[in-house]
T-cell receptor
Framework: NAGVTQTPKFQVLKTGQSMTLQCAQD?????MYWYRQDPGMGLRLIYY???????DKGEVPNGYNVSRLNKREFSLRLESAAPSQTSVYFC???????????FGPGTRLTVT | SQKIEQNSEALNIQEGKTATLTCNYT??????LQWYRQDPGRGPVFLLL?????KEKRKERLKVTFDTTLKQSLFHITASQPADSATYLC???????????FGSGTQLTVLP
């Protein structure tokens, strides 16, 4: 039981490049989330998926797209990376109605 | 807009003492409040959840209180140990929300 896995762990992009961050969970959770974490800003929600086939915007969705590929996988895409998207990205999934979240190890992204 | 404040960015205490961390929120009425621990370079890990109708919750050396009148939660670690050193995040949750809003965290250092 691996929990929540994320790939890659580290990534460096040039401005304007695109990439997809992958996330998978093996806990049979319905809801999945993407956050970014910046120093002094805490965790901010980018997008979430309450169930397979649905996605909704969070607090900071601009510049990102998501795909809920199936119940296990939820990917985050940066179409044209900008230096402001330099951050640590966390994927999480939720068990039950009290929204206890299980987080992945994170992807550290640098855009130059 | 909803706002979460956690007391001071950093808290240093002596080993064996009780650490008390504060989480204040404004402009919403959460049905639950969660606390997470985050170690450097890792994703947050769920610790405790307290419901709005619970005044206090305990788990081993951890104790959480929830005062909906004051709009405040206190997180206590008794008999603190250097291994408790980490950043602690609070996340109030409204009953109908599918998304969490996290505080920016308090970095706790327990000195031997």
């Amino acid at each position: 039981n691996a929990g929540v896995t994320q790939t890659p762990k580290f990534q460096v992009l040039k401005t304007g490049q695109s990439m997809t961050l992958q996330c998978a969970q093996d806990m049979n959770h319905n809801s999945m989330y993407w956050y970014r974490q910046d120093p002094g800003m805490g965790l901010r929600l980018i997008y979430y998926s309450a169930s397979e086939g649905t996605t909704d915007k969070g607090e900071v969705p601009n510049g990102y797209n998501v795909s809920r590929l199936n119940k296990r996988e939820f990917s985050l895409r940066l179409e044209s990376a900008a230096p402001s998207q330099t951050s640590v990205y966390f994927c999480a999934s939720t068990r039950g109605a009290t929204y206890e979240q299980y987080f992945g190890p994170g992807t550290r992204l640098t855009v130059t | 807009s909803q706002k979460i404040e956690q007391n001071s960015e950093a808290l240093n205490i002596q080993e064996g003492k009780t650490a008390t961390l504060t989480c204040n929120y404004t402009n919403y009425s959460p049905a639950y409040l969660q606390w997470y621990r985050q170690d450097p370079g890792r994703g947050p890990v769920f610790l405790l959840l307290i419901r709005e109708n619970e005044k206090e919750k305990r788990k081993e050396r951890l104790k959480v209180t929830f005062d909906t009148t004051l709009k405040q939660s206190l997180f206590h670690i008794t008999a603190s140990q250097p291994a408790d050193s980490a950043t602690y995040l609070c996340a109030p949750i409204s009953g109908s929300a599918r998304q969490l809003t996290f505080g920016s965290g308090t970095q706790l250092t327990v000195l031997p």
